[in-house]
C-alpha cells in the first residue's frame, strides 16, 4: 500500500499518511519563533523543569577521552542540545537534527549566546530516514517530537541503527494524565485555555488545536514502551512526570 493509500491521524483528522509531514511541517513553521512560550502555555511552564529532569537521567559524561556524541531530533531550537552541553561541561557534542528549517535557524541563532558552543552543529533530517551512518551515536534523544513523527515506528528503527552497540534511546514526550480530577482539569485547559491564548499570542489558534489532539492521540506509556522494544531495544523503562502529564522513557541498544 502506498503512502497516498495509508492514512494517519493528524490531531483528530484522518489524512493520506505521505501528507501528514507537510501538514506538522507547517505547524512548526508558524511556531518556531515562539516555540518556548508555546511549551510554556502547554505545560504552565512545567516543561522546563521536565528537560531539566530527562537531560539529568541522560546524565552525559563531564570526562572522558571518548567523546560523547549525542543526537537531539526534532531539537530544532537547541533547548535540550544546550541543556547536555552544560550538563558535560562541554565534554559531550551534539548533533541538533529536525526537519523543519525554521527551527533549525532559531536554534542556530540562540546557539551563539551558549555558554559551551564547541562540538554542536545543526543538521536538517527526517527522523525516518536518517543521513548518519549505522552506529554513529552514544544517545539519541528527541523531546516533544516523536508524536508527531508520521511513522514512528520507522523513526524508531532508525534511532536504533545510528546508535553504537550500548547506546541509549531517550524520549520525553506528553501522556495520557492518570491522576483523578487532574485529569479533568487538564482536559478543560487545553480545550479552552490553550488554542484561544495561542490563538491571541500568534494570531492563529490553529497550531495550538493540532497540538492538543496530537498529545492524546499518541500511545498510552505500556504501548509505546512496546513499540521501543520492537525497534529491538532492551532494558525499556518510563518515568511519569506530574501526575502523568509527560514521560520520560528509557531503553538501551544492547545487541
Known amino acids: 500500500m502506498t503512502d497516498a493509500q495509508q492514512t494517519t491521524h493528524f490531531g483528530e483528522r484522518e489524512v493520506p499518511?505521505?501528507?501528514?509531514q507537510g501538514l506538522v511541517n507547517d505547524v512548526f513553521h508558524k511556531v518556531a519563533d515562539r516555540y518556548d512560550l508555546m511549551n510554556d502555555m502547554?505545560?504552565?511552564?512545567?516543561?522546563?523543569?521536565?528537560?531539566d529532569?530527562?537531560?539529568a537521567k541522560l546524565a552525559p559524561p563531564k570526562s572522558g577521552n571518548d567523546h560523547y556524541?549525542?543526537?537531539?531530533?526534532?531539537?530544532?531550537?537547541?533547548?535540550?542540545?544546550?541543556?547536555?552541553?552544560?550538563?558535560?561541561?562541554?565534554n559531550a557534542s551534539v548533533t541538533v537534527s529536525d526537519i523543519n528549517s525554521d527551527m533549525l535557524r532559531v536554534g542556530a541563532e540562540r546557539a551563539k549566546s551558549w555558554r559551551y558552543q564547541?562540538?554542536?552543529?545543526?543538521?536538517?533530517?527526517?527522523?525516518?530516514?536518517?543521513?548518519?551512518?549505522?552506529?554513529?551515536f552514544d544517545a539519541y534523544t528527541i523531546a516533544f517530537g516523536i508524536r508527531n513523527v508520521p511513522q514512528i515506528d520507522k523513526a524508531l528503527r532508525e534511532a536504533y541503527r545510528v546508535l553504537k552497540r550500548g547506546g541509549r534511546l531517550?524520549?520525553?514526550?506528553?501522556?495520557?494524565?492518570?491522576?483523578?480530577?487532574?485529569?479533568?482539569?487538564y482536559e478543560l485547559f487545553?480545550?479552552?485555555?490553550?488554542?484561544?491564548?495561542?490563538?491571541?499570542?500568534?494570531?492563529?489558534?490553529?497550531?495550538?488545536?493540532?497540538?492538543?489532539?496530537?498529545?492524546?492521540?499518541?500511545p498510552k506509556p505500556d504501548?509505546?514502551?512496546?513499540?521501543?522494544?520492537?525497534?529491538?531495544?532492551?532494558?525499556?523503562?518510563?518515568?511519569?512526570?506530574?501526575?502523568?502529564?509527560?514521560?520520560?522513557?528509557?531503553?538501551?541498544k544492547i545487541r
Open 17 to 20: 499518511l505521505g501528507e501528514k
Open 69 to 90: 556524541h549525542v543526537l537531539d531530533m526534532a531539537g530544532g531550537t537547541g533547548d535540550i542540545a544546550q541543556r547536555i552541553m552544560s550538563a558535560s561541561h562541554g
Open 118 to 136: 564547541d562540538g554542536v552543529d545543526f543538521v536538517e533530517a527526517n527522523a525516518e530516514e536518517l543521513p548518519f551512518g549505522d552506529r554513529s
Open 170 to 185: 531517550m524520549v520525553l514526550e506528553f501522556s495520557t494524565v492518570d491522576v483523578p480530577g487532574l485529569d479533568k482539569v
Open 42 to 51: 502547554m505545560s504552565g511552564g512545567l516543561h522546563r523543569v521536565w528537560k
Open 223 to 252: 504501548d509505546f514502551a512496546q513499540m521501543i522494544r520492537e525497534a529491538g531495544f532492551d532494558n525499556v523503562s518510563y518515568t511519569p512526570l506530574t501526575g502523568n502529564i509527560a514521560t520520560i522513557h528509557s531503553a538501551w
Open 190 to 218: 487545553s480545550d479552552h485555555v490553550i488554542p484561544p491564548m495561542g490563538k491571541m499570542v500568534t494570531g492563529d489558534g490553529d497550531p495550538y488545536q493540532y497540538l492538543v489532539e496530537s498529545i492524546r492521540k499518541f
Open 53 to 55: 529532569a530527562f537531560v
